[in-house]
């Protein structure tokens, strides 16, 4: 391999290295981060038994004469359905800034602490949260 090779893949690597930028500074960032979180969840779980649920009458529907459009609303509901997947297991964790679900090769979306910090969903670190004396 060549030097050109070499420090064209090492400048690759450091672009993709974890910026600390990308965690919460402020209990506020932590509340919003968790918000999101909790809202993508529950767009999962509504969309999912509504979609679904819909979709069955839907592609019948859409067999017959001048009703064909309708098979399009399930195909709508599954690309939803991913790209809200998607974002849900890439969430970034508030407190290190890597994906909260994931770590290479696996990852589990239904985990309630960090892959890579053990942060609990909701939580937000001591030294953040105003002092309770006062």
């Keep these: ?17 974890y910026d600390a930028s990308l965690a919460a500074q402020t209990v506020a960032e932590y509340e919003k981060a968790w918000r999101y979180l909790r809202a993508l969840r529950r767009w999962f779980v509504i969309l999912g038994l509504v979609g679904f649920v819909a979709s069955v009458p839907l592609v019948d529907l859409s067999h017959r004469p001048r009703l064909g459009f309708l098979g399009v609303l399930p195909m709508l509901w599954m690309v939803t359905m991913l790209f ?12 290190c800034g890597k994906a909260f679900h994931i ?7 239904f985990i309630r602490r960090c892959h890579h910090c053990g942060i ?3 939580d937000v670190p001591a030294e953040l949260e105003p002092d309770a004396s006062g």
């Design 120 to 122: 609990r969903i909701g």
């Design 84 to 95: 809200i997947v998607a974002q849900w297991n890439l969430f970034r964790c508030p407190r």
């Design 103 to 109: 770590r290479f090769p696996r990852g589990n979306g």
């Design 1 to 17: 391999m060549s030097a050109a090779r070499i420090r064209a893949l090492e400048t690759q690597a450091a672009s993709t290295r």
